[in-house]
C-alpha cells in the first residue's frame, strides 16, 4: 500500500466508525450524562460526572474527620493550582490522621512548617488548605516534583518512603471513594 492510502485509511477509518456508530445509535458520542456514549448490542460505554466534594466528604467521614466541611476548599484549591484534588487530603491524613491529632488550635493538618520546636498556625483549616496549596505547587509541582513519590523526599527527608506509602494509601481510599458513587 502507498502511504497515501495509509494516511488516507488513517485518517478516514475513526470518521467512518463514528459515522457508523451514529446511525445506529443516534449518537455521535457526546453524552448528556444520562445516557451512553455509545451503543451496541454488545458494548455500553458510559460517561459519569464525580462529584469531587461528595467523594472527601464520604472519605473523611469514613475517617471521622473534622475536615469534611472543608471537602469543596479542597477541591477548589486543587483547581486553582492545577493539582490533583486528592492530594491535600491525602496529606493531612497523613500527617495528622486526618486532622484528628495536630498541635491545639494549629489547624495544621499537613504538618506544614513543623520541625523541632517551629510550628505555623492557620486561623481555620480553610486557610491553611490555601497556604498549604498554593506552597505545594510553587514548592514541588512547578517545578516538576509532581508526583508523591518526588515529593516525598523533600516534603519529610528523613521518612520519605513511608510517608509516600502513607500518602498514597490514602489516595487509594479516595480512590475507592470515587468508585463507590
Not at 497515501?4 to 475513526?14: D, G, K, V
Not at 443516534?26 to 455509545?38: E, L, N, R
Not at 462529584?51 to 486553582?80: H, I, M, Q
Not at 491545639?104 to 483549616?125: L, R
Amino acid at each position: 500500500m502507498s502511504r497515501n492510502t495509509l494516511l488516507l485509511q488513517a485518517i478516514a477509518l475513526p470518521l467512518f466508525a463514528l459515522s457508523t456508530v451514529a446511525q445506529s445509535t443516534g449518537s455521535y458520542g457526546i453524552s448528556d450524562g444520562k445516557a451512553p456514549i455509545f451503543q451496541r448490542p454488545d458494548i455500553v460505554i458510559e460517561s459519569k460526572k464525580i462529584d469531587r466534594v461528595e467523594v472527601l466528604e464520604n472519605f473523611f467521614t469514613k475517617y471521622d474527620s473534622p475536615l469534611k466541611g472543608n471537602a469543596k476548599t479542597f477541591v477548589e484549591v486543587a483547581d486553582k493550582y492545577g493539582m490533583d484534588y486528592k492530594l491535600l487530603p491525602a496529606i493531612s491524613c497523613m500527617e495528622s490522621s486526618c486532622a484528628k491529632h495536630l498541635i491545639v488550635d494549629s489547624y495544621n493538618p499537613f504538618g506544614w512548617g513543623i520541625y523541632g520546636k517551629n510550628a505555623i498556625y492557620f486561623k481555620n483549616y480553610d486557610e491553611a488548605i490555601e497556604t498549604v496549596g498554593k506552597g505545594i505547587a510553587e514548592r514541588y509541582i512547578n517545578r516538576g516534583f509532581d508526583s508523591v513519590a518526588k515529593i516525598a523526599p523533600i516534603y519529610t527527608p528523613p521518612n520519605s518512603r513511608n510517608w509516600g506509602n502513607g500518602v498514597n494509601y490514602f489516595i487509594s481510599k479516595i480512590n475507592e471513594e470515587e468508585v463507590k458513587l
